[in-house]
């Protein structure tokens, strides 16, 4: 297995031979304003370049698309993907909208397994920010509130949980005690909004983490790259250091790391 870690949550994954693109943000640096519903809004996005040719990125066999915010997916990638790209959503709504948008082979990931090749892929439920809070405040601001995870599982290979836009919460602890994931890749910039509540993990819940799964191996993603964030590789590493963290990554974009079975 190979992940590179893109830009943000856009991550690579090769498992079995088979490629896949996660939340494909393709835009150039500074292109979007920050949210105006979150903290930093006067800073542009994203934060950082690309670490490759966005030809190189879309070289890819699936995409998945964990939800349709404008973070995780844009007009670059609508421009590039090629419109009969497998692509793997949450719900009718992401779906519809991804048809919308040209493309012909949209199918939505299921809990109970949904095969593609020799891998099986299972949706998992998250909280992207306190479920009573954070949704009504979506909503308001005409956004939808739900992502979801991703569990790869296939043999001769770790077992993969990619968490998505969440905090720790009982959704996470579920997927970790149902899957004991060999791998968890963890969204964990602590992006907040301007109520002060956040919507993806910050430093305590990537510590629970850690505890709930001392045996596995833990990644950073989603760091460094939009406005609202409040969490930094350099914090998480200052952390690292001072627990010693030995089963926590943290790799720059544009880097990629290998497991063996």
């Not at 640096?29 to 930093?40: L, Q, R």
């Not at 992401?94 to 949904?114: A, H, P, Q, R």
């Not at 009982?170 to 968890?184: F, G, M, R, T």
Request: charged residues 25%.
């Amino acid at each position: 297995m190979k992940i590179t870690q893109i830009r943000n949550a856009t991550i690579k994954i090769e498992i079995n031979g088979v490629k896949f693109l996660v939340d494909p943000w393709l835009m150039p640096k500074n292109y979007m304003e920050g949210f105006s519903s979150a903290v930093n809004s006067n800073i542009r996005q994203p934060r950082v370049e690309l670490p490759f040719d966005i030809k190189k990125i879309v070289d890819t066999d699936v995409v998945i698309i964990t939800h349709i915010h404008p973070d995780h997916w844009d007009e670059y990638a609508e421009n590039a993907i090629a419109k009969d790209t497998k692509i793997f959503v949450q719900s009718d709504i992401d779906k519809t909208y991804i048809l919308s948008k040209g493309f012909t082979n949209v199918e939505i990931l299921s809990d109970k397994g949904t095969k593609y090749n020799n891998i099986t892929l299972y949706k998992t439920k998250t909280q992207h920010g306190k479920r009573e809070i954070l949704e009504p405040l979506c909503k308001s601001i005409g956004m939808p509130y739900d992502a979801m995870g991703i569990v790869f599982k296939a043999e001769n290979e770790k077992t993969l949980y990619v968490a998505g836009d969440t905090i720790w919460c009982k959704e996470v602890q579920v997927a970790l005690n149902k899957y004991n994931p060999d791998i968890i890749i963890l969204n964990a910039c602590a992006a907040t909004v301007l109520n002060g509540e956040r919507l993806i993990m910050n430093i305590e819940d990537v510590e629970q983490v850690v505890k709930h799964c001392p045996n596995s191996t833990i990644i950073a993603s989603h760091m460094d790259a939009v406005s609202h964030l409040t969490l930094t590789r350099k914090d998480l590493k200052e952390y690292r250091d001072k627990k010693n963290v030995i089963n926590l990554l943290i790799p720059k974009d544009g880097e990629t790391l290998n497991f063996n079975k």
